[in-house]
């Protein structure tokens, strides 16, 4: 039998020996920032390095995401590796791109850093040769919700059918050849210690509304209009009156903004825009909390006389927990920095598209703290180079090491006893399911 210990040795030093290059990747990447399914430059960068390292893989899928693929001397499993390409839109921050806002507001470079350096470590060390399994490497395009309208219209040019990168890259063909999945997303919060995985988090649904009235001469004639903006108005009070009715274990958040308000200050609103978020713990949660959102949407509609069309989009699937992965996660993360640099999460109330990944498959999605500062903030930083770029990669290579050595005996341990959440068709139907364009009150024939 192999010695899984000197395995993990060497795949860490072969990380360290490129030290300085991953950090140089991870700053070059956060200096550079791209929106989702918008980033050319980013993937190219992992493109780059995997033809340097001689990985066979496969670019453009779902747009601008990546797969490289490294086989074990046997091929019972196949665990992927994430990183997501995107960054956020955060104008005033430091860093962020003069044309288009964006800054790596979220830590994602760190994310690409990291798979790089995973790459070099799996590869230089030779480890492949004594596992019993695969491992995918998957740079991930759109991880955040953003850019509604620029993203509907990929979608109408046939480009994407949803909005997010993992969905997206589920519903080509990613993922079906791969059994598990890890990634690392860096964490800025207080916690005390440097990684932590085991959580849920929320999923959403996201709405885009419409309330359709009539102008007409605000001082002269208001009375001949419909004041789409007062529909909306009571549309929210309706929403917030239905918020006693939220249950705190359903972590139900809704907040809906206007994102235009009316055309000019002496005409009565005709055009009044919103979108909001619907967020909560289980798929039943949001679906109960989006209908009373719904019929809120309706009574402001109602009381003015004016009309609401409501699209609303799929977003997240709430993330499930693994919890036997994530005690192998926790015990290679614990050996690099100590048991007393681990902490224990708590319930996030945010959405990401990695709860999609983990209905269809064990997944664990951890944190680091290399980060500082406010997420999606201006005052976000990457405060520990080593944290952030280097350190997740070795523990997602120790991780690694420990499902595949030995014939891929953990991996399959956990695969044995695993039934998802949904199939991959299961999914695609929920998903398509969701998206809905509602006219409210239907026009008469
Ligand atoms: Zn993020
Ligand atoms: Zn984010």
Redesign the pocket.
């Known amino acids: 039998m192999i010695d899984v210990q000197r395995l993990k040795d060497r795949v860490c030093e072969c990380i360290d020996a490129h030290r300085e290059e991953i950090v140089s990747i991870g700053e070059d990447i956060r200096t550079h920032p791209e929106l989702g399914f918008k980033e050319p430059r980013t993937a190219g960068i992992v493109a780059n390095r995997f033809a340097a390292l001689g990985i066979p893989h496969t670019t453009g899928i779902a747009i601008t995401g990546l797969k490289g693929m490294l086989r074990g001397a046997e091929s019972h499993v196949t665990v992927a590796y994430l990183g997501e390409l995107d960054s956020?839109l955060v104008r005033d921050h430091p860093d962020a791109d003069p044309d288009t806002g964006a800054a790596h507001?979220?830590g994602h470079n760190a994310q690409i850093a990291n798979l790089i350096a995973l790459a070099y470590g799996l590869v230089e060390s030779g480890v492949m040769s004594h596992l019993g399994g695969n491992i995918a490497l998957m740079a991930v395009p759109a991880?955040?919700y953003v850019e509604v309208e620029y993203r509907l219209r990929l979608k109408q040019a046939g480009k994407i059918e949803f909005l997010g990168g993992k969905p997206e890259m589920i519903r080509v063909g990613a993922f079906d050849d791969v059994q598990m999945a890890l990634m690392t997303h860096q964490s800025c919060r207080d916690e005390k210690g440097k990684f932590s995985a085991g959580a849920p988090n929320n999923g959403c649904v996201v709405k885009r509304i419409r309330y359709i009235g009539k102008a007409s001469h605000a001082g002269g004639s208001p009375h001949e209009g419909i004041n789409a903006l007062k529909a909306a108005m009571l549309a929210l009070q309706a929403i917030d009156a239905n918020r006693e009715t939220f249950q705190d274990k359903d972590h139900i958040r809704v907040h809906p903004i206007i994102t235009k308000g009316g055309e000019m200050v002496n005409v009565i609103p005709a055009d009044v825009r919103m979108e909001t978020y619907v967020r909560g713990a289980t798929v039943e949660a949001i679906m109960s909390a989006a209908a009373k959102v719904d019929r809120s949407l309706k009574a402001g509609a109602m009381a003015l006389g004016a009309t609401v069309q409501i699209t609303t989009l799929p977003g997240y699937l709430p993330r499930l927990v693994h919890p036997k992965l994530v005690e192998v996660y926790k015990e290679n993360a614990t050996a690099l920095v100590g048991e007393e640099e681990w902490w224990e999460p708590t319930f996030g109330a945010?959405s990401?598209d990695m709860g999609d990944v983990s209905h269809l498959m064990p997944a664990v999605h951890a944190y680091a703290r290399g980060a500082c500062g406010t997420?999606?903030g201006a005052d976000y930083r990457i405060c520990d180079p080593d944290m952030a770029y280097v350190a997740p990669a070795k523990v997602a290579a120790m991780t690694l090491i420990d499902l595949l050595a030995d014939g891929a005996r953990r991996a399959k341990a956990i695969l044995e006893d695993y039934h998802p959440a949904m199939t991959k068709e299961a999914y695609l139907d929920f998903m398509r399911g969701l998206a809905q364009d509602v006219v409210w009150p239907e026009e008469q024939e």
């Open positions: 956020v507001g979220c991880e955040e945010g990401t997420g999606h």
